[in-house]
C-alpha cells in the first residue's frame, strides 16, 4: 500500500509543474517596447519630423515623461498589494517633470487657443491616428496583463488605457509640427480619451477576475 501511495505521488508530481509567478514587470516592460515598435513602424510612412526648435522637444518631452508616469502606476497597481506610493520616487520625479513640461510649453509653444487649435488641417488626422493605435495598444497591454491580480481592479484598467492612448500621442509628436499646448490638450487628449474607452471595452472582455 505505502509503495502504490509513493508511486501516485511521484506520478503527480511528474504531471504537474509548479505555478509560476506572474512577473508583471518584466512582460509590461516587454510588451510596451514591442508596441513601441510597433507604432514607430506605422508611423514611418506619414514621416517623422527633421525640424526641432524648442516647443517641439518640450512637446515630446512631455509626453515622454507621461508614458514614463503611467508605466510606474500600472507597476504599481498591477500587485494584489498596496501601492507602495513613497517607494516610487521615479513616479513623483516623471510627474512633476511632466507637469513643469508642459508649464514651459504653454509659455514658449505657438500662441494657439482651443477654437484655433480645432480649425488646424491636420487637427482630426492627429486623432484618426492616436485613437486606434492606443485601443490597439491598450488590447494588446490589456491581454498580456489578463492575469493580473490587482488590488484596485478598476484603478489599473484606466491607467492602463492612459498608458496606451499616452504612448500612441508620444510616437504621433515623432510627426507633427503643431507645438502649441492647446492643440496638445484638445486634439491629443481627445484621442488619448477614445484610447482610454477602447482599452476599458477590451480589458472588460479580457479580465476574467
Known amino acids: 500500500m505505502a509503495d502504490k501511495t509513493e508511486q501516485l505521488i511521484a506520478k503527480l508530481v511528474d504531471s504537474h509543474q509548479p505555478v509560476r509567478p506572474f512577473l508583471a514587470p518584466q512582460i509590461t516592460y516587454l510588451t510596451l517596447g514591442m508596441v513601441l515598435m510597433c507604432a514607430l513602424l506605422l508611423m514611418l510612412p506619414f514621416g517623422l519630423r527633421f525640424d526641432w526648435p ?34 516610487a520616487p521615479l513616479l513623483w520625479l516623471s510627474l512633476a517633470s511632466s507637469v513643469g513640461l508642459l508649464i514651459c510649453l504653454g509659455t514658449m509653444g505657438e500662441p494657439l487657443s482651443f477654437g484655433q487649435a480645432a480649425q488646424v488641417s491636420s487637427f482630426w488626422a492627429c486623432i484618426a491616428w492616436i ?79
Open 54 to 87: 524648442l516647443a517641439g522637444m518640450l512637446k515630446t518631452a512631455a509626453l515622454l515623461m507621461l508614458v514614463v508616469t503611467l508605466l510606474q502606476l500600472t507597476l504599481l497597481l498591477s500587485q494584489p498589494l498596496l501601492p507602495q506610493w513613497r517607494k
Open 131 to 209: 485613437a486606434p493605435v492606443g485601443m490597439a495598444a491598450g488590447w494588446i497591454l490589456s491581454r498580456m496583463l489578463r492575469r493580473a491580480r490587482p488590488l484596485h481592479r478598476m484603478a489599473l484598467r484606466l491607467v492602463v488605457g492612459g498608458l496606451a492612448g499616452s504612448l500612441a500621442a508620444l510616437v504621433y509628436s515623432l510627426h507633427c509640427r503643431v507645438d502649441a499646448l492647446a492643440y496638445l490638450l484638445l486634439a491629443y487628449g481627445l484621442a488619448a480619451t477614445l484610447a482610454l474607452l477602447g482599452s476599458l471595452l477590451s480589458s472588460h472582455r479580457l479580465w476574467r477576475w
